[in-house]
């Protein structure tokens, strides 16, 4: 966990950018809208994820992952620095919470096949183990060991680190995973903490944004920009590859929320090399973020 010298603990947490192809428009990824009522970000679209329990990082777990020799998730992370049982955990933490609130789970046969849902007594079996591991009724390993299957941390690729800023209620210490969705798998939203969910391509969920029909918090804005250069889903896998990792933790000026790279970014330990070309800055206008440039 990462501060900003005002003690504060943020809780550490992982979201996932799932994708898929679009026959008519190259790729989509999915949002999800968190409820009116929940106390965070609520009725904003959002990437399916949530905080990382102790459960994540349980021992027993190691059992049903499958992994090469080359799986270092610290090294993965960027982190190098963070012990392995913790850099685990935010792997583990995103394909615990994709499954609770979405349904997709990022795992299947020993042999690296994922699991289908086509036939729907597997589905309905899986539903049932979906209800039961929200309510704390399960375990990850128990799910694992009566079906025989294993979990497939190495799908996800590392995109971006977000740390809520200061001035938010709220902190977490947030890694952003980007991830295939597997076939035969459908996402439906769990009706609990989310009230809807969409495909859309980068390009329409800032159209999307900008005429107010969805709500989007800045980190969630920002990225889906930055995805809306990608024309295929292997050109953003391949970029994503030799991407630097580093944690972002926004910094409130005037108007303007600025990222470590701005050259007015002063916050020690998270400032990056200045570079007037890249757009460093976000700013709410009329209700509505835009990025701008450092002038």
Same mark, same amino acid.
């Given at each position: 966990?990462?501060?900003?010298?005002?003690? #504060?603990?943020?809780?550490?947490?992982?979201?996932?950018?799932?994708?898929?192809?679009?026959?008519? *428009?190259?790729?989509?990824?999915f949002?999800?809208?968190?409820?009116?009522?929940?106390?965070?970000?609520?009725?904003?679209?959002?990437?399916?994820?949530?905080?990382?329990e102790?459960?994540? %990082?349980?021992?027993?777990? !190691?059992?049903y992952?499958? %992994?090469?020799?080359?799986?270092k998730?610290?090294?993965?992370?960027? @982190?190098?620095?963070?012990? @392995?049982?913790?850099?685990?955990?935010?792997? $583990?933490?995103?394909?615990?919470?994709?499954?609770?609130?979405?349904?997709?789970?990022?795992?299947?046969?020993?042999?690296?096949?994922? $699991?289908?849902?086509?036939?729907?007594?597997?589905?309905?079996?899986?539903?049932e183990?979906?209800?039961?591991?929200?309510?704390?009724?399960?375990?990850?390993? &128990?799910?694992?060991?009566? !079906?025989?299957?294993?979990?497939? /941390?190495?799908?996800?690729?590392?995109?971006?680190?977000? $740390?809520?800023?200061?001035?938010?209620?709220?902190?977490?210490?947030?890694?952003?995973?980007?991830? #295939?969705?597997?076939? @035969?798998?459908?996402?439906? *939203?769990?009706?609990?903490?989310?009230?809807?969910?969409?495909?859309?391509?980068?390009?329409?969920?800032?159209?999307?944004?900008?005429? #107010?029909?969805?709500?989007?918090?800045?980190?969630?804005?920002?990225?889906?920009? @930055?995805?809306?250069?990608? *024309?295929?889903?292997?050109?953003?896998?391949?970029a994503?590859?030799?991407?630097?990792?580093?944690?972002?933790? /926004?910094?409130?000026?005037?108007?303007?929320?600025?990222?470590?790279?701005?050259? &007015?970014?002063?916050?020690?330990?998270? %400032?990056k090399? /200045?570079?007037?070309?890249?757009?460093?800055?976000?700013?709410? &206008?009329?209700?509505?973020?835009?990025?701008?440039?450092?002038?």
């Open positions: 966990m990462y501060s900003t010298g005002n003690k #504060k603990v943020f809780k550490n947490a992982a979201t996932v950018i799932l994708v898929r192809p679009s026959a008519s *428009a190259g790729w989509k990824l949002l999800v809208r968190r409820h009116q009522k929940q106390s965070f970000m609520a009725g904003a679209y959002v990437f399916p994820g949530g905080q990382v102790e459960s994540d %990082k349980s021992p027993e777990l !190691e059992s992952i499958k %992994k090469t020799p080359d799986f998730p610290a090294s993965i992370l960027q @982190e190098d620095d963070l012990p @392995e049982e913790e850099a685990l955990g935010f792997f $583990i933490a995103v394909i615990r919470e994709t499954f609770e609130e979405v349904g997709i789970l990022l795992g299947g046969s020993p042999s690296g096949d994922f $699991i289908s849902f086509h036939d729907k007594d597997v589905r309905a079996q899986y539903n183990y979906r209800r039961r591991l929200y309510a704390s009724e399960i375990t990850l390993s &128990e799910i694992a060991r009566e !079906e025989g299957i294993l979990f497939f /941390p190495e799908v996800l690729v590392p995109y971006a680190h977000w $740390i809520t800023p200061d001035f938010e209620k709220m902190r977490f210490d947030t890694r952003f995973f980007l991830a #295939k969705l597997p076939p @035969e798998q459908r996402p439906v *939203a769990d009706a609990t903490e989310l009230t809807d969910s969409l495909w859309v391509t980068p390009e329409n969920a800032l159209q999307m944004h900008r005429r #107010k029909e969805i709500m989007l918090m800045p980190p969630t804005f920002k990225t889906i920009e @930055e995805l809306s250069v990608f *024309a295929s889903i292997d050109e953003l896998f391949m994503c590859a030799q991407k630097e990792i580093y944690p972002i933790l /926004p910094q409130l000026s005037g108007d303007f929320i600025l990222l470590p790279h701005d050259p &007015e970014y002063s916050l020690a330990g998270y %400032k090399s /200045p570079d007037v070309n890249i757009a460093s800055r976000i700013v709410n &206008e009329n209700g509505v973020w835009k990025t701008a440039y450092y002038r």
